[in-house]
């Protein structure tokens, strides 16, 4: 039986990084750059204001202040997308909006609030300057944020909503990415209902596929839901080869030690398994390997049938390979001490996963399980913000005791 770690290592030591595709801008948040990205003009174009105010040579304000202002002459006025046709001679100045571009002649910009513009009629031909400033003053030079020819995001960039701002003021609608992977997930068992079924005697809905479909658009990638298949090997089968046109194939079901737990019969038969069981709980019954078809192979994790076992396997190994498949580096998940409030028996020497509600109160980490931790019950699963992990050769944890607590999102807390 391997440990965590060995099974995630031989996992992403198959999975490979997928080829590019050009996307636009709004479509690729959260997937890796795969181009770098150079700029071909300058931002801002031009010099402009960064306040409202009146464009002036620093030279006619020298010595104003409000005991002695400076009157200047008012010559044009020039809005944000504009651009003035006179120039800022000795004596005159231009009223310039946020954003303008710098007028000929003008080195400086003096704000609204070191005038007596607002005690002047509307379009005054003149204007008092209460105060001096120095060239240079509230203007924006062109290039100021990005210069032309410079290398703005570079190659394995995990594109954030700023880059999209930042492509999007280089004029760039589309990007070159990593692709998302496709998903394919079948879940298995004849004692599954679709959703959109009624539900008969003796049967259950089938919660694994929405729960690892949903798992799968969170972190990126493209669910590609196959349905359920019955226990036997020819309805196995038949779906797994609907999965063919995916990047990696997931299942829930079929891979423990059941008369009916056929899946890993199938690989066997028609791919091949890498391992079979990990030294974890949930999660135990967790297979890798690969589905086949003449010379097309892809990845295969057989997650277990049970609810907060298949989610949890997902999260300790399919969102590793998923991301990798992105292009992506850092796979790990916040882990930090905090201070557990339940009582966890370790009995059978597996590293357990305990589902839990993690808290900061006074500066400190705090961390308390969301009740029944059968494999079963998926609310437990649903109330929880991250996992309590009690190692292997750890039997007991009381209340107070210190332990790792690994957090799904740092929002959480």
Not at 354 to 373: H, L, N, P, W
Request: aromatic content about 6%; charged content about 25%.
């Amino acid at each position: 039986m391997l440990s965590v770690e060995e099974a995630l290592n031989k996992i992403l030591g198959y999975i490979t990084v997928l080829d590019a595709e050009t996307q636009p801008v709004l479509d690729c948040q959260g997937q890796v750059l795969a181009e770098d990205v150079f700029a071909d003009i300058d931002i801002p174009p031009l010099d402009n204001s960064s306040m409202d105010g009146f464009a002036v040579r620093a030279a006619d304000t020298i010595g104003a202040s409000r005991q002695s202002p400076r009157v200047l002459r008012v010559i044009d006025m020039v809005m944000a997308g504009d651009i003035s046709r006179k120039t800022v001679a000795a004596g005159s100045a231009i009223r310039i909006m946020t954003g303008a571009a710098l007028p000929a002649g003008a080195d400086s910009v003096i704000k609204f609030e070191d005038t007596d513009v607002t005690t002047r009629e509307k379009g005054s031909a003149e204007v008092a300057l209460l105060c001096e400033t120095k060239p240079g003053r509230y203007i924006r030079r062109a290039g100021e944020d990005i210069a032309r020819g410079s290398l703005v995001l570079s190659k394995n960039t995990v594109l954030k909503p700023a880059h999209a701002g930042v492509l999007a003021s280089l004029g760039r609608s589309k990007v070159t990415v990593v692709r998302r992977p496709r998903v394919a997930i079948l879940a298995t068992g004849n004692e599954l209902t679709d959703i959109s079924q009624p539900l008969a005697p003796g049967k259950q809905y089938n919660s694994n596929t929405y729960s690892l479909a949903a798992q799968v658009k969170y972190y990126g990638g493209i669910p590609l839901v196959l349905g359920i298949a019955l226990d036997s090997e020819d309805s196995i089968t038949e779906k797994l080869y609907r999965g063919l046109e995916a990047d990696i194939l997931i299942t829930t079901g079929g891979v423990s030690m059941g008369d009916y737990d056929l899946v890993r019969d199938v690989l066997m038969k028609r791919g091949e398994i890498n391992f079979w069981s990990v030294r974890m709980k949930p999660g135990k019954p967790m297979a890798f390997g690969a589905f086949s078809s003449g010379s097309k192979k892809i990845p295969h994790l057989g997650l277990p049938g049970n609810p907060v076992s298949a989610m949890i396997t997902f999260e300790i190994f399919a969102r590793p390979a998923i991301l990798k498949m992105m292009g992506k580096t850092q796979f790990a998940r916040p882990v930090f001490e905090a201070v557990i409030e339940d009582t966890v028996r370790n009995e059978d020497g597996r590293r357990i996963y305990a589902r839990a509600i993690v808290e900061k109160r006074d500066g400190e980490y705090f961390a308390r399980t969301t009740g029944s931790q059968s494999s079963g019950v998926l609310t437990s699963m649903s109330l929880a913000n991250g996992l309590v992990i009690v190692p292997e050769d750890t039997e007991l944890v009381k209340p107070g005791d210190k332990v790792n607590a690994m957090l799904f999102d740092w929002n959480d807390v």
